[in-house]
């Protein structure tokens, strides 16, 4: 289990940084063949490099729950679709249960960012990992709209994704089934350098992105919020990329 987890982190680390901007214009202009999310890969002070206090992953940033099985059934959260400067990369925020220290399955959902050449991009995704993500259709999304992401576990093997785009009024639903079962343990708000092709992208400057109005429920119908939740930032070659922290029951993620 420690040789997968120091390969998991050099492997993601290292792929992230290298790569060239001819494969990396291949892959945005041919978005979503082999995009995923990945579960979080915490970066441990003794197999990826020297750390300070704090949490650490090398593709996470953002808040998470991790609670016993069959703990969480539904997870929301509401955040201003920000403008990316700088040079190429994506990122994507998003809301999910599972993949932290369930890392067999993950139901969740969100947006992506991407800047290619000084023009972005912005897509709705859902996706049951280990399965990749799927793009929604019928939704506009521009710099400035209000999104309101979630995510429902009505089993461990099937559940609902929505996006609602509170500024224009549009909302998109899918329902979903996995052989994949949930474990239902952990619970998260995040913003994430994904996979797409086997490594991670260039991580986009993406400003800051907030959640407002978050929330997980509990099988019990306990209400979970971030205040509390273990916060968790990106680090990549001993560089930390994102600060994390709470502002009253926000949840704010800001790029470094």
């Not at 502002?247 to 790029?255: D, F, K, V």
Request: glycine letters at 8%.
């Amino acid at each position: 289990m420690l040789f997968t987890t120091v390969f998991q982190c050099i492997l993601l680390v290292s792929t992230a940084l290298a790569l060239p901007s001819s494969r990396y214009d291949a892959r945005m202009a041919r978005r979503w063949e082999g995009r995923q999310s990945q579960p979080n890969y915490r970066n441990e002070p003794s197999t990826c490099g020297d750390f300070h206090t704090g949490v650490y992953s090398a593709n996470w940033a953002g808040a998470l729950w991790d609670e016993s099985a069959a703990t969480f059934t539904s997870i929301t959260g509401t955040f201003t679709v920000p403008t990316l400067t700088g040079p190429d990369g994506a990122a994507s925020a998003w809301v999910g249960i599972d993949g932290d220290t369930c890392k067999s399955a993950i139901l969740q959902t969100g947006v992506d960012f991407t800047i290619r050449n000084g023009e972005t991009s912005y897509d709705a995704w859902y996706e049951w990992f280990p399965d990749s993500a799927y793009d929604f259709s019928g939704i506009n999304i521009t710099a400035g709209d209000v999104m309101r992401v979630t995510v429902t576990a009505s089993s461990t093997t099937s559940g609902n994704a929505t996006i609602e785009n509170l500024t224009n009024g549009r909302t998109v639903s899918t329902s979903l089934n996995s052989t994949s079962p949930l474990c239902k343990q952990n619970a998260e708000w995040i913003v994430e350098d994904f996979q797409m092709d086997g490594g991670l992208v260039s991580f986009a400057n993406f400003g800051t992105v907030t959640f407002t109005d978050a929330k997980a429920t509990g099988q019990s119908g306990t209400s979970y919020t971030p205040s509390g939740a273990t916060l968790v930032n990106i680090q990549q070659n001993n560089q930390v990329l994102t600060n994390v922290s709470m502002h009253g029951s926000s949840l704010a993620i800001l790029y470094v």
